[in-house]
């Protein structure tokens, strides 16, 4: 089916551990990105890239990583997790300027 | 500090009733501003949107209005139904426009 999937929907870790988030898209869509949402604070902007090969910060980057070799895949890895991290992860993507975002359905990511 | 607002965490309608549901900005700069809805465990999902150009954007039963000297925006839901009850997230494009920022959202709760 197009659209944007997730994987995993789920995924408990220990503190320090290395986790990687994927996200996948089949619109071709030039834009992509990756969102944290938590209670209190909203839809906050982790990273985004406008190409493969061109990644961005947003608002909170501390902790993470990103790459963007192929248009279609975005992953998202923690590094070495911490509690802090724990938090609903979400990608997106769009077209163009100023169209709106698509949303994957998330990932809940519980650092123990 | 907060570009975009949303100062009301929670509001409660019942069925057959106008929800309105707000959101300020602090950058003049900003030219386009969006609406999603969230439901539990789905990621959000665009609902309408409006540009700086325009002071009213209409879509079925939701209607954004933007004052720009005010820099505040409210989505209007008339009439409101039971399937409305979500979490409701205000977006503008940063200047760039290169990524959306959030406000915190509001939860709806429609009764019947």
């Known amino acids: 089916d197009a659209g944007i999937t997730q994987s995993p929907r789920y995924k408990i870790t220990e503190t320090g551990r290395q986790v990687t988030l994927m996200c996948h898209q089949t619109?071709?869509?030039?834009?992509m990105f990756w969102y944290r949402q938590d209670l209190g604070h909203g839809l906050r902007l982790i990273y985004y890239?406008?190409?493969?090969?061109?990644?961005d910060k947003g608002e909170v980057p501390d902790g993470y990583v990103v790459s963007r070799s192929k248009t279609e895949n975005f992953p998202l890895t923690l590094e070495s997790a911490t509690r802090s991290q724990t938090s609903v992860y979400f990608c997106?993507?769009?077209?163009?300027?100023?169209?709106?975002?698509?949303f994957g359905n998330g990932t809940r990511l519980t650092v123990t | 500090d907060q570009q975009v607002k949303q100062n009301s965490p929670s509001l409660s309608v019942q069925e057959g009733r106008i929800s309105i549901l707000n959101c300020d900005y602090t950058?003049?700069?900003?030219?386009?501003f969006l609406w999603y809805k969230k439901y539990p465990a789905e990621g959000p999902t665009f609902l309408i949107s409006?540009?700086?150009?325009?002071d009213k954007n209409e879509d079925g039963r939701f209607t954004v209005f933007l004052n720009k000297s005010a820099k505040h925006l409210s989505l209007h839901i008339v009439p409101s139904q039971p399937g409305d009850s979500a979490v409701y997230f205000c977006?503008?494009?940063?200047?760039?426009?290169?990524?959306?920022?959030f406000g915190k959202g509001t939860t709806l709760s429609v009764s019947s």
């Open positions: 997106a993507s769009r077209a163009g300027v100023d169209s709106p975002l698509h």
């Open positions: 619109w071709s869509h030039s834009y």
């Open positions: 409006i540009s700086s150009i325009k």
């Open positions: 977006a503008a494009y940063n200047q760039a426009g290169t990524a959306l920022i």
């Open positions: 950058n003049s700069m900003f030219d386009y």
């Open positions: 890239s406008a190409a493969a090969d061109i990644t």
